[in-house]
């Protein structure tokens, strides 16, 4: 990336078939919106399979798809040093557990002091990958693990993986409701009609897959781990309020806050205060780009989370006792 231009490199998946291909690059690129992503492929700055489209061709997945935008109409990455959690790192690849409220990389409303200005200021080399080598994004307000490639033979190759569900995800969440049991959302999801900010399930969609397990029941709540085949936008938090278990602290696609009757004092206090979706990405396993060989991160969950699974546990336990 140079200092006039801000570039984007990435292949469509096979689920964007059939859609428009200002539509599928929304998708692909959800820090702009699809106005912008369309003034960009009139004016010539994207280019499909080395062609210049028009914004309503339909798109087959798999083109390889390069936005190259002047920086005056996008926002262009400054290295500023910020403190990282490193939780694995080589030559090639660095996993980081990201705490809540650090937005990935920069967009509207976050110019910078985003994830990405602090891996230029960690790696200076990353400049020359598109997003600074980062292969996959979590929400602003969601904790955990997320990949950066440091070269361009491994973002390859992990974007690669990424698109043919090689890399394994696995989340923790506190959802409102007790579950039955584990089960699986099978919907499609798509940017809502109306509000640029949230998803929805639409049959249009993208192909979307969530699995979800019990870890353990609560009086009002469940803490459940989650497997994504596929990796939308809010995908976790769609899919789960959708089947009718939203997350604790969600402010896009949750409800109202919910106290078990007679609750602690304890656990009280800890559901009025946690004002983010109780989200972490726990664990990642891929094979490494370079070698092949298998690479397991797990990142403990955060205070926060701690702190309200035990009082839902200790709430729970003190009312079986009553």
């Known amino acids: 990336m140079s200092s006039t231009r801000y570039q984007h490199e990435l292949r469509l998946p096979p689920e964007a078939a059939g859609r428009r291909l200002d539509q599928a690059l929304a998708d692909a690129l959800p820090e702009y919106s699809r106005s912008r992503l369309k003034r960009w492929i009139d004016a010539g700055q994207v280019r499909v399979d080395g062609r210049i489209p028009r914004p309503r061709d339909a798109v087959t997945g798999g083109e390889l798809v390069r936005v190259d935008a002047p920086v005056e109409d996008a926002v262009a990455s400054r290295a ?3 403190a990282l959690a490193i939780a694995w790192e080589d030559a090639s690849v660095i996993v980081i557990n990201k705490p809540a409220g650090l937005v990935v ?13 602090a891996l230029l200021a960690h790696d200076p080399a990353l400049a020359k990958l598109p997003r600074a080598g980062i292969v996959h994004r979590l929400d602003k307000d969601t904790t955990g693990l997320l990949i950066v490639a440091r070269t361009e033979l491994a973002r390859d190759v992990l974007v690669e993986a990424l698109t043919v569900r090689g890399i394994h995800r696995e989340y923790q969440a ?6 039955t049991g ?15 900010l949230r998803m929805t399930v639409r049959s249009d969609g993208r192909a979307a897959v969530t699995h979800y397990r019990v870890i353990e029941r609560f009086r009002r709540h469940t803490w459940v781990r989650v497997m994504l085949e596929t990796g939308r936008t809010h995908q976790i938090r769609l899919h789960l309020a959708h089947a ?21 004092q304890r656990l009280d206090s800890r559901l009025r205060a946690f004002r983010r979706q109780a989200l972490h990405a726990a664990k990642l396993e891929f094979a490494h780009p370079v070698d092949g060989r298998r690479i ?4 403990p969950l955060p205070a926060d989370f701690v702190e309200l699974v035990a009082a839902l546990r200790e709430d729970t336990k003190i009312e079986r006792r009553s």
């Open 174 to 179: 506190v959802c409102i409701g007790v579950m």
């Open 182 to 196: 584990g089960g699986t959302v099978d919907a499609p999801v798509a940017r809502h009609p109306v509000d640029r």
């Open 105 to 117: 990389h920069p967009g509207a409303g976050n110019p910078d002091g985003t994830l990405q200005n």
């Open 80 to 82: 500023q040093p910020m």
């Open 296 to 299: 397991v991160v797990e990142a």
């Open 244 to 264: 009718g278990f939203p997350l604790v602290g969600d402010p896009v696609y949750g409800k109202r806050l919910v106290i078990p009757r007679g609750a602690t």
